[in-house]
């Protein structure tokens, strides 16, 4: 993996879990240490082959996914779970899956 192309994707996955889970320690210091964990596993890439190309744009999709598909819950005085959408999740659609989809992953 190119050094500047994968520190560049690794502060912006760090980035996107920071925003994403503030005030959530725990969840931060996981999301961290699996970021961490993967770009460890793609420290070998040869730069600019396929699979260092692929490993980029997983990370650069992750870091977007992060942002704008994740909304991190809070706990509300009653007991309950209030989420509060922020601007970035404006539009973010995700398709439920359906008994047929998930019958295949079993």
Do not use: C, N, W
């Not at 964990?37 to 870091?63: I, K």
């Amino acid at each position: 993996m190119a050094a500047a192309e994968g520190l560049a994707a690794y502060r912006a996955l760090l980035r996107a879990a920071r925003r994403t889970f503030a005030g959530d320690r725990l969840m931060l210091t996981e999301s961290a240490v699996e970021i961490r964990r993967r770009f460890e596993e793609h420290r070998s890439l040869a730069p600019g082959s396929d699979e260092a190309t692929s490993a980029l744009s997983d990370a650069r999709e992750a870091a977007h996914f992060i942002t704008h598909m994740i909304v991190q819950a809070q706990r509300a005085p009653s007991g309950s779970f209030v989420v509060k959408p922020e601007k970035e999740h404006a539009g973010a659609t995700l398709e439920v899956p359906s008994e047929e989809i998930l019958s295949k992953l079993k």
